[in-house]
């Protein structure tokens, strides 16, 4: 197990834009699909997004897809959650996950069970 970190939060109003980093110091990415959750004040945490392990099989919620887009660099070793759009909604705390399951083209979102390695989190925050 290794712990991820995640980077890039903050305060935007209404509209802006955020890119969230998420990396895991002393280890690797490579070979972990990595996912994005969140959990705002008050609510179950909400899963957003799942990049399989080489980046070819992307999958979104609905109530982001079309706003948030997941990547990933094997170089920089880091994998990106850009979020676009952004609504006083999206306030929560935001988390990475690493997980090595399979995941393939046009699958539901596999769920916070198939993740095995969580970051602490961080804040994004959108006023109106």
């Known amino acids: 197990q290794f712990k991820l970190v995640e980077s890039g939060g903050g305060l935007v109003h209404t509209g802006g834009s955020l890119r969230l980093s998420c990396t895991a110091p002393?280890?690797?990415?490579?070979?972990?699909?990595i996912g994005w959750f969140r959990r705002a004040p008050g609510k179950e945490r909400e899963e957003l997004s799942c990049i399989s392990n080489i980046g070819n099989n992307i999958g979104y919620a609905d109530s982001v897809k079309g706003r948030f887009i997941t990547s990933r660099d094997p170089v920089a070793d880091t994998a990106y959650l850009q979020m676009n759009d952004l609504k006083p909604e999206d306030t929560a705390v935001y988390y990475c996950a690493a997980g090595k399951f399979t995941y393939g083209p046009n699958w539901p979102l596999p769920g916070w069970r198939e993740y095995h390695d969580w970051g602490q989190g961080i804040q994004v925050t959108v006023s109106s």
């Open positions: 002393g280890f690797t990415l490579d070979y972990q699909n």
